[in-house]
Each structure stands twice: as C-alpha cells, then as structure tokens.
C-alpha cells in the first residue's frame, strides 16, 4: 500500500494532460476540454496545476481529481476502486516517462526556488485551498466578487485564518520543519488577519510567494500582503511564449480576464509598472505590451505616468498601446458584464502609442468620458455639492464645483465668517466630502470655538467656559462630540499656519489626501499670508501666489476658495489683478443698511452675474445662511 502511495504520488507529479490523448485547448493559463462524465459535447472540464501538479475539475458538473483519478473514472469505471487505481497507475506507468531535467542547468538560486522553498510555499498553497473549502467566510467573500470555490480553486486561490499552528501541524504530516517555515514564510507570523491567499508563480510555474488580501477593507493594514521574501517585479500571472500581454493592475482582473479565456493577462498587483516587468515580459516573448488602468481622479498625473510607461516600453523595443477605463470601471466587471470579446475588441481597436498617438487617444477618451459624465447627470441633481442653508446659491451655481474662487467681503472680517459657514454647511450637507480648513489669519483654537458656537446658535464667548445652564453645556459638548467626529472619521482637518510650511509641502500633502478622499475641498482663510517657495521669476508677490494657486487648482481639479481683500471702487471690485484675473468667480459680501448682499460674479462661466442673494447672520453665532 505505501508503494502504491509513492507510485501515485510519482505519477501526479510527472504526468501531463497532454499524455491522456484526448483532445485540449488552451483557455487562459489552463487546459480545457469536453467533460467526458456529463456531457461530451460541453467544454466545461478545465486542466489546471494550481497545486503543483495537475489536477481537472469541471465547473458545470463538479467532477473534480487528479490525474490518476480522472484515468480511473475515464476509462476503468466499472472496476472497483483499488483495482481501477492500480489499473490507473499501470496505465500512466506505460506511457513516455519524461526524463529530462529541466532545472539541471539552471541557475543555483533557481534551483533553490523549485527545491526546498518550493515545497514548503506549495504545501502553504495546499493547505489553504483545503481552508478555503471549509471556510464559510472565504466562500462569502469570494461569493461578492463572483467566484465559486471550484473556480478559485483552479488558480489555486485559498484562506489563511491568521494563525499558523494549524498549518504547521499539517507540515510535520508532510515531513517540513517549522524552522523551514519560518526560513521561507518570513512573513507568515507578521500578519494576523484572515486573508485569501493567492500562489504568485514565476514563468517556469514556480511558485515564489504566496499573496494574502484582505477581506475586509481595513486603513490600519495593506490589503496585498506577500508571507514569503521574494522577488516583487515578476507580474503575476505571467506564462511563456506569450507574444501580446496585456497589463492589468488587481489580481482579480487578471484571473477574471484569465478564466474567460483571454490569454496573457498579467497584473502588477497595483504596484507601479517598471521597467523590470517589462523586460521579465519581454523575455517571455513579448513583442508589445497593453496596460489597462482604471480611472483616476487626478487625469493629468495618470497621464503623465502614461507618458512614462511608453518611454519604458520603447526603450526595450515594445509596441504599446494603453488604454483608461471609464469611472468605476474594472476589467473584473467588465469581463463578468460584457464578456471577454468585448475586451478583446477593444484592445484589438485601440491605435498603437506613439508620443503623438497617444495624447490624441488619450484626447478623445476625456472627450467621451467628459460627454458620459454629463448625460448621466438628470436635470434636477446639482454637479456640484449641495449647501443646505444656501439652497438659492446651489441651484443659481449648480452646486459647489471645481474651481478657484476668490472670496472677500465689506467689512473685511466678513470674509473669514462667510467661509466659517460655507465650511460647517459642506461638511454637513455631504457625508462624504472631507474638508481642509487652512487658517492663516487665526489660530486655530478660534477656529474651533467658532465652528462649535455656530453649530449651537450661540456666541463664542458662551463656548469658551462653562455656563450657568446645564443645557446649554450639555449643547456644547455635543457640538464638540460633532466637530470631534468630523476629526476622527477623517472629513475635517483644520490647518494653522507654521514656519515650515509653505505652497510646496501643501500640494503634496494633498495630493496624497485626495488619492484617499476624491471628495476633496480646500479652504484657504488668509491668502496674504501664504509662504511662497517657488516662481521667484515672478517679481510681484501676488502674481506668484496667483501662479502656485493655479498649478494647485490644475493638479488637483477640486473647489479651492482663497480668501483675501477686495476693495469696492466706483469702477467694481479693486484688488491684485492676479486673484481677479485667474479666479473662475468672485464672491463677494457687503454690508449696506444692516442687510448682507452675496454676489458671485464670473467672467469664465458664461454670465458675469451667476447670482446675488441676501444673507441673514445670526447675532450670536455669527453663522450666514440665506435669508
């Protein structure tokens, strides 16, 4: 009995599907054919080595095995099972052994990596597929994004509880030690969350780690874990002898695009394309290479990287062709919507990049994307963010969009209380806007008393002690608990001014807060007072800030208010030319026989007057809202 173990276990690993003598066709990185135990005119049956070695399953019926079983069932089914096995393991014995070695030449550490490392990621990958069948929650998970078991388990895709003593158990069953555990699964004790685990394989079928995802989307940790040191620029999923790649960025738009049968589909695993995966593809046999991106918020930059990889791929004699997918679109969705076809005949119709080429592609999919975005917008809904106590100004403006606006005021501390309310009104009229108040004329305490009072409707001298009414103490706390809020779910930050900070380090820490939040407003309270580190071929002072407030507004495309002086002449509104120049409107506040007029005027938009309105100011909370 343990010959015929040993047997089997010889035979599993020697034996190609290729050797069955039936007929296959490649389908992704696995084999296909008709099922021969339902129905033989369905090509259903699916060959894959996601374990190490081959294996068929078939997705319609659910006939699953290794090749020594499929023998069995196949052609000695009316034999009891230790007389088909045996039959079984006589018949593969005869066929063609195949005797080369094709790691005798390689290199050492490619030895190393099919040897002892191997066994021990392989015995990982094992044990996870065999979780994954006995977990409810991996099922769940795998369920939402639209995969059965039986369809992970063909690339191999399994679940990982957190706790590696059950794993370790199973490895002593198998003759592994815990210290080559810990050797070449480095990282298996450094996470503890339950994760899917994903075999990443080099172009020889190696395995060289195994990924981990999350389940559950968690800001404290990474979604993409990799349990063993290996090398980070080899795509996953990448195959020999693939002339046409095509380059996606998660992993589950790659096995997606790959069980529909599209053949080469490789992701970066939302790492930054290089020029080593390139030419790790390259020596696959690529001769051009596709990269799918989805959609970013910051165009412009996407592009920019676009640009690069095209240079990447031009200096290793690639053909390129890229291609954005529209808003919230993913090749994962895309696929299980429209089919593989689909995708196929898009990659089929998109030019060949060139410098030339592709800004002109690149031209035309914002012109589509741009018209797309306006149609799916009914009438009646604002483009913009809505504001609750100015719902005169939202429909005039059509909300709170994108764009450099100047606000100032008559008396001039009007200015910092209009931008007070509009700061509260956004934040509670959006539950998904984040907001960053930049206080350069105030400290920042201030700004949190105000802020609080105008939530409670009373005076900001009431908010800074404790008062004689317990009810009116118990509005302040809670108003505190509601700007806390704001703070701890990350929608406000409140920014002071600082001696190192300056219009360099402000556009790169928001450009890392909008990747996070695509919800993004920016005030800025004190215009005057911005330090300015670059342009200094700009003399005047004003022009330059009025230059670094553009490149902002141009890198970012979010709403940016700038709030600075105005002076009311006879001839209009008098300040720098630069602020009145750039900005896309002017909002502009003054006080005339006890009654506040609003007026937003834009020469960009259309109508020099987009709307004038009154105003009511409460006389404690000083907070404005439409009268």
């Given at each position: 009995?343990?010959?015929?173990?040993?047997?089997?276990?010889?035979m599993?690993?020697?034996?190609?599907?290729?050797?069955?003598?039936?007929p296959?066709?490649?389908?992704?990185?696995?084999?296909?054919?008709?099922?021969?135990?339902?129905?033989?005119?369905?090509?259903?049956?699916?060959?894959?080595?996601?374990?190490?070695?081959?294996r068929?399953?078939?997705?319609?019926?659910?006939?699953?095995?290794d090749?020594?079983?499929?023998?069995?069932?196949?052609?000695?089914?009316?034999?009891?099972?230790?007389?088909?096995?045996?039959?079984?393991?006589?018949?593969?014995?005869?066929?063609e052994?195949?005797?080369?070695?094709?790691?005798?030449d390689?290199?050492?550490?490619?030895?190393?990596?099919g040897?002892?490392?191997?066994?021990?990621?392989e015995?990982?990958?094992?044990?996870?597929?065999?979780?994954?069948?006995?977990?409810?929650?991996?099922?769940?998970?795998?369920?939402?994004?639209?995969?059965?078991?039986?369809?992970?388990?063909?690339y191999?895709?399994?679940?990982?509880?957190?706790?590696?003593?059950?794993?370790?158990?199973?490895?002593?069953?198998?003759?592994?030690?815990?210290?080559?555990?810990?050797?070449?699964?480095?990282?298996?004790e450094?996470?503890?969350?339950?994760?899917?685990?994903?075999?990443?394989?080099?172009s020889?079928?190696?395995?060289?780690?195994?990924?981990?995802?999350?389940?559950?989307?968690?800001?404290?940790?990474?979604p993409?874990v990799?349990?063993?040191?290996?090398?980070?620029?080899?795509?996953?999923?990448i195959?020999?002898?693939?002339?046409?790649?095509?380059?996606?960025?998660?992993f589950?738009d790659?096995?997606?695009?790959?069980?529909?049968?599209?053949?080469?589909?490789?992701?970066?695993?939302?790492?930054?394309?290089?020029?080593?995966?390139?030419?790790?593809l390259?020596?696959?046999?690529?001769?051009s290479v596709?990269?799918?991106?989805?959609?970013?918020q910051?165009r412009?930059?996407?592009?920019?990287?676009?640009?690069?990889?095209?240079?990447?791929?031009?200096?290793?004699?690639?053909?390129?062709?890229?291609?954005?997918?529209?808003?919230?679109?993913?090749?994962?969705?895309?696929?299980?919507?429209?089919?593989?076809?689909?995708?196929?005949?898009?990659?089929?119709q998109?030019?060949?990049?060139?410098?030339?080429?592709h800004?002109?592609?690149?031209?035309?999919q914002?012109?589509?994307?741009?018209?797309?975005?306006?149609?799916?917008?009914?009438?009646?809904?604002s483009?913009?963010?809505?504001?609750?106590?100015?719902?005169?100004?939202?429909?005039?403006?059509?909300?709170?969009?994108?764009?450099?606006?100047?606000?100032?005021?008559?008396?001039?501390?009007?200015?910092?209380?209009?931008?007070?309310?509009?700061?509260?009104?956004?934040?509670?009229?959006?539950?998904?806007?984040?907001?960053?108040?930049?206080?350069?004329?105030?400290?920042r305490?201030?700004?949190?008393?105000?802020?609080?009072?105008?939530?409670?409707?009373?005076?900001?001298?009431?908010?800074?002690?404790?008062?004689?009414?317990?009810?009116?103490?118990?509005?302040?706390?809670?108003?505190?608990?509601?700007?806390?809020?704001?703070?701890r779910?990350?929608?406000?930050?409140?920014?002071?001014?600082?001696?190192?900070?300056?219009?360099?380090?402000?556009?790169?820490?928001?450009?890392?807060?909008?990747?996070?939040?695509?919800?993004?407003?920016?005030?800025?309270?004190?215009?005057d007072?911005?330090?300015?580190?670059?342009?200094?071929?700009?003399?005047?002072?004003?022009?330059?800030?009025?230059?670094?407030m553009?490149?902002?507004?141009?890198?970012?495309?979010?709403?940016?208010?700038?709030?600075?002086?105005?002076?009311?002449?006879?001839?209009?509104?008098?300040?720098?030319?630069?602020?009145?120049?750039?900005?896309?409107?002017?909002?502009?506040?003054?006080?005339?026989?006890g009654?506040?007029?609003?007026?937003v005027?834009?020469?960009?938009?259309?109508?020099?007057?987009?709307?004038?309105?009154?105003?009511?100011?409460?006389?404690?909370?000083?907070?404005?809202?439409?009268?």
């Amino acid at each position: 009995m343990l010959l015929d173990q040993e047997r089997a276990g010889i035979m599993r690993t020697k034996t190609h599907p290729r050797q069955l003598g039936i007929p296959l066709s490649r389908w992704g990185r696995n084999l296909i054919a008709c099922c021969p135990f339902h129905s033989p005119e369905e090509t259903s049956l699916f060959f894959y080595d996601a374990l190490g070695y081959w294996r068929y399953r078939c997705l319609q019926c659910g006939s699953e095995g290794d090749l020594i079983e499929f023998v069995m069932r196949s052609r000695f089914n009316g034999m009891e099972e230790p007389q088909a096995r045996a039959e079984a393991l006589e018949f593969l014995g005869a066929l063609e052994p195949d005797t080369s070695d094709p790691l005798q030449d390689e290199h050492p550490w490619i030895k190393e990596i099919g040897g002892e490392k191997s066994k021990v990621l392989e015995s990982f990958v094992r044990y996870c597929h065999w979780a994954a069948c006995k977990s409810p929650s991996s099922a769940e998970y795998l369920s939402s994004r639209g995969w059965s078991i039986g369809q992970a388990q063909l690339y191999g895709l399994g679940y990982y509880s957190g706790d590696p003593e059950p794993f370790v158990s199973y490895c002593m069953l198998s003759g592994i030690e815990r210290h080559q555990i810990s050797f070449y699964l480095d990282n298996l004790e450094a996470y503890h969350e339950p994760r899917i685990t994903i075999p990443a394989r080099n172009s020889k079928g190696l395995i060289h780690s195994v990924y981990g995802r999350l389940m559950e989307d968690d800001s404290r940790s990474h979604p993409y874990v990799s349990f063993a040191s290996g090398p980070s620029d080899i795509p996953f999923n990448i195959q020999p002898e693939n002339d046409k790649p095509i380059i996606v960025e998660g992993f589950f738009d790659a096995l997606t695009a790959d069980l529909a049968g599209i053949p080469g589909v490789v992701s970066t695993m939302y790492q930054e394309l290089t020029q080593s995966h390139l030419f790790k593809l390259k020596a696959c046999g690529a001769e051009s290479v596709t990269v799918i991106l989805r959609r970013e918020q910051n165009r412009r930059e996407q592009e920019y990287r676009i640009q690069r990889y095209l240079k990447m791929a031009e200096e290793l004699d690639l053909k390129f062709k890229s291609i954005v997918l529209p808003k919230d679109e993913t090749i994962d969705l895309v696929v299980r919507k429209n089919g593989a076809d689909q995708l196929i005949s898009l990659i089929d119709q998109t030019e060949e990049d060139t410098v030339h080429t592709h800004r002109r592609s690149m031209l035309l999919q914002d012109i589509k994307e741009n018209f797309d975005t306006a149609m799916g917008c009914p009438p009646d809904v604002s483009v913009g963010y809505a504001m609750n106590s100015f719902p005169k100004l939202t429909k005039e403006i059509d909300g709170i969009q994108s764009g450099c606006f100047y606000v100032s005021a008559n008396p001039f501390g009007l200015k910092t209380t209009l931008l007070s309310s509009f700061a509260l009104d956004l934040l509670q009229s959006n539950p998904k806007l984040k907001l960053i108040y930049l206080a350069l004329e105030t400290p920042r305490r201030q700004i949190f008393d105000r802020m609080v009072a105008m939530m409670i409707g009373k005076s900001v001298l009431t908010v800074r002690k404790q008062n004689e009414s317990d009810e009116v103490n118990q509005q302040v706390l809670d108003a505190t608990r509601e700007l806390m809020a704001y703070v701890r779910n990350n929608r406000l930050e409140i920014w002071e001014d600082q001696p190192a900070f300056d219009n360099t380090e402000m556009l790169s820490i928001l450009k890392e807060e909008q990747k996070e939040h695509p919800d993004l407003v920016v005030i800025i309270d004190g215009i005057d007072h911005l330090k300015i580190s670059d342009r200094p071929d700009l003399v005047d002072i004003h022009e330059r800030r009025s230059s670094v407030m553009l490149d902002l507004y141009k890198a970012l495309d979010i709403p940016l208010f700038l709030g600075g002086e105005l002076i009311d002449s006879e001839s209009g509104l008098v300040g720098p030319r630069a602020y009145l120049r750039d900005s896309d409107a002017i909002y502009w506040l003054e006080s005339k026989g006890g009654n506040l007029f609003l007026s937003v005027n834009s020469k960009r938009l259309g109508s020099n007057n987009l709307y004038r309105g009154t105003l009511s100011i409460d006389p404690d909370s000083n907070r404005m809202q439409e009268a």
